[in-house]
């Protein structure tokens, strides 16, 4: 803003010789009274200094949007000339490193974005990477990565909030009953006591437990000593007349049931309208081959399944076999348990991890 200072004997002679240097414009910025000095003051009167400014000049609509547009070429030059960031952060193992710069230079006409396509060469499924890299392009309204790294992140994002958006469609109301079912030797009643365990000792909140027989007797002894160990009760029937407290924590141990039992299947199936509604869990044991598992997901499909857990993680390093049950059975994992020591490595299927591990683990290694 161009300024001046105007000294006059009266406030009207100050504005007029502002207006006559400024212009109609100029806006009157401090206004004071200046008194003679010395022995002046007998004969000289007040005199008035006005300072005003005149406020530069508006530009009309188009002029504003012309130089908005030069600010943001000015700013993409900018940009552009910048060294641009690494493709990836630097927590990722050197392999991966490799596969996202490879990818990156690659134009493949498959239609899969590059991280996606790393993805599937660490054992996601042909089917689910198209799926992936749809549900990624679309994600947030599609913005487009400036590189791999980021292309990851936003490829994580949709998956992972995919996964809760499945979690959320399988939540039960209440407190039901837990219930892990799946084929012998699964780990199903080592899973229960590491989490009753947690729940009884970190949580501190009230459990019941009952050990029943299914289509086959129920052998588990051990679940009775771990429940003295603990001083929860281990019950060998269950009364659906009995009241149980709203806070108490209800577990149900059942014997597996081979794929391909299908008369196992449908008894099994009767029981556990006993305790409707329940959370029935399909335990797999990721040690075994992939076909294996989906083919037991088919399986026990007819059953009124809520989620997955998911055993002998120390014995898997490859990840993907989660994320491929997950996409092929609809169903979130719930937990994820590794070794026989109890309480051991016992812990949620929290999917930011999951996806986080994959890519650091020895998949990514």
């Given at each position: 803003?161009?300024?001046?200072?105007?000294?006059?004997?009266t406030?009207?002679?100050?504005?007029?010789?502002?207006?006559?240097?400024?212009?109609?414009?100029?806006?009157?910025?401090?206004?004071?009274?200046?008194s003679a000095?010395g022995?002046?003051?007998?004969?000289?009167?007040?005199?008035?200094?006005?300072?005003?400014?005149?406020?530069?000049?508006?530009?009309?609509?188009?002029?504003?949007?012309?130089?908005?547009a030069?600010?943001v070429?000015?700013l993409?030059?900018?940009?552009?000339?910048?060294?641009?960031?690494?493709?990836?952060?630097?927590?990722?193992?050197?392999?991966?490193?490799?596969?996202?710069?490879?990818a990156?230079?690659?134009?493949?006409?498959?239609?899969?974005?590059?991280?996606?396509?790393?993805?599937?060469?660490?054992g996601?499924?042909?089917?689910h990477?198209?799926?992936?890299?749809?549900?990624?392009?679309?994600?947030?309204?599609?913005?487009?990565?400036?590189?791999?790294?980021?292309?990851?992140?936003?490829?994580?994002?949709a998956?992972?909030?995919?996964?809760h958006?499945?979690?959320?469609?399988?939540?039960?109301?209440?407190?039901?009953?837990?219930?892990?079912?799946?084929t012998?030797?699964?780990?199903?009643?080592?899973?229960?006591?590491?989490?009753?365990?947690?729940?009884?000792?970190?949580?501190?909140?009230?459990?019941?437990?009952?050990?029943?027989?299914?289509?086959?007797?129920?052998?588990?002894?051990?679940?009775?000593?771990?429940?003295?160990?603990?001083?929860?009760?281990?019950?060998?029937?269950?009364?659906?007349?009995?009241?149980v407290?709203?806070?108490?924590?209800?577990?149900?141990?059942l014997?597996?049931?081979?794929?391909?039992?299908t008369?196992?299947?449908?008894?099994?199936?009767?029981?556990?309208?006993?305790?409707?509604?329940?959370?029935?869990?399909?335990?797999?044991?990721?040690?075994?081959?992939?076909?294996?598992?989906?083919?037991?997901?088919?399986?026990?499909?007819?059953?009124?399944?809520?989620?997955?857990?998911?055993?002998?993680?120390?014995?898997?390093p490859?990840?993907?076999?989660?994320?491929?049950?997950?996409?092929?059975?609809?169903?979130?994992?719930?937990h994820?348990?590794?070794?026989?020591?109890v309480?051991?490595?016992?812990?949620?299927?929290?999917?930011?991890?999951?996806?986080?591990?994959?890519?650091?683990?020895?998949?990514g290694?």
């Amino acid at each position: 803003m161009e300024t001046v200072k105007i000294t006059a004997a009266t406030a009207q002679e100050a504005l007029e010789e502002v207006r006559e240097k400024l212009g109609p414009e100029a806006v009157v910025l401090n206004v004071r009274q200046l008194s003679a000095n010395g022995v002046a003051k007998l004969w000289s009167k007040p005199r008035v200094e006005v300072q005003a400014g005149r406020p530069e000049a508006r530009p009309n609509e188009k002029e504003a949007l012309k130089q908005i547009a030069g600010k943001v070429e000015q700013l993409e030059r900018e940009l552009h000339a910048r060294p641009q960031p690494a493709a990836v952060g630097p927590n990722f193992p050197p392999k991966l490193l490799g596969m996202m710069r490879e990818a990156h230079r690659e134009k493949g006409g498959d239609g899969l974005s590059p991280s996606v396509k790393i993805l599937e060469g660490m054992g996601l499924l042909p089917s689910h990477s198209r799926w992936l890299s749809g549900i990624a392009r679309n994600h947030l309204g599609g913005t487009k990565p400036r590189n791999t790294g980021e292309e990851m992140g936003q490829v994580r994002d949709a998956l992972t909030d995919y996964c809760h958006d499945v979690a959320v469609r399988h939540e039960l109301p209440g407190n039901p009953a837990r219930i892990l079912v799946g084929t012998p030797g699964t780990g199903k009643t080592t899973t229960l006591c590491k989490w009753i365990t947690r729940e009884s000792l970190s949580g501190n909140q009230p459990v019941r437990v009952w050990r029943l027989d299914g289509p086959s007797p129920n052998t588990a002894e051990f679940l009775n000593v771990h429940g003295e160990l603990l001083q929860v009760p281990i019950e060998r029937t269950f009364d659906n007349a009995d009241k149980v407290p709203v806070d108490t924590l209800k577990f149900v141990d059942l014997p597996g049931v081979a794929a391909g039992d299908t008369a196992g299947l449908e008894e099994l199936g009767r029981q556990l309208r006993f305790f409707a509604p329940a959370q029935v869990l399909l335990t797999l044991n990721v040690a075994y081959d992939l076909g294996t598992l989906l083919s037991h997901a088919r399986f026990f499909s007819a059953l009124p399944l809520s989620g997955l857990v998911l055993t002998h993680m120390d014995e898997e390093p490859r990840l993907s076999k989660c994320w491929n049950l997950m996409l092929g059975t609809q169903l979130p994992v719930v937990h994820l348990s590794g070794g026989q020591n109890v309480p051991g490595d016992f812990r949620p299927g929290l999917p930011e991890q999951l996806f986080d591990d994959w890519l650091t683990g020895e998949e990514g290694a």
